[in-house]
Nanobody, 126 residues
Framework: QVQLVESGGGLVQAGGSLRLSCAASRRTAGTYTMGWFRQAPGKEREFVAAITWSVVRTSYADFAKGRFTIYLENAKNTVYLQMNSLTPEDTAVYYC???????????????????WGQGTQVTVSS
């Protein structure tokens, strides 16, 4: 059974940093691309970043480049999203997700992911 459990969200001032974690079940880790998405109030869920397990490759949304870093800790089956220089526009619920295929692609579409975590709230105050 696939399980994705996010943590690390919270309230931070503009310019601050947060690190989100996504603990994946053993069945997922090492096989499927993992992605981070976010959904702000009244907006559609959008892609943030993705990473492959075996040969590590990453992909970022334009707004995340230079500020966010996605990385893995294989020993803990965990994917992280380090977020720096946060702005109020980054306020959203952040979700981690598992790609539906073990093809090594770096998908950015919601439809390419089939399992989602419960989400963790990130609030950035001005």
């Amino acid at each position: 059974q696939v399980q994705l459990v996010e943590s690390g969200g919270g309230l931070v001032q503009a310019g601050g940093s947060l690190r989100l974690s996504c603990a994946a079940s053993r069945r997922t880790a090492g096989t499927y691309t993992m992605g981070w998405f976010r959904q702000a109030p009244g907006k559609e869920r959008e892609f943030v970043a993705a990473i492959t397990w075996s040969v590590v490759r990453t992909s970022y949304a334009d707004f995340a480049k230079g500020r966010f870093t996605i990385y893995l800790e294989n020993a803990k089956n965990t994917v992280y999203l380090q977020m720096n220089s946060l702005t109020p526009e980054d306020t959203a619920v952040y979700y981690c997700a598992k790609d539906s295929f073990s093809s090594g692609r770096l998908g950015f579409r919601l439809s390419e992911y089939d399992y989602w975590g419960q989400g963790t709230q990130v609030t950035v105050s001005s």
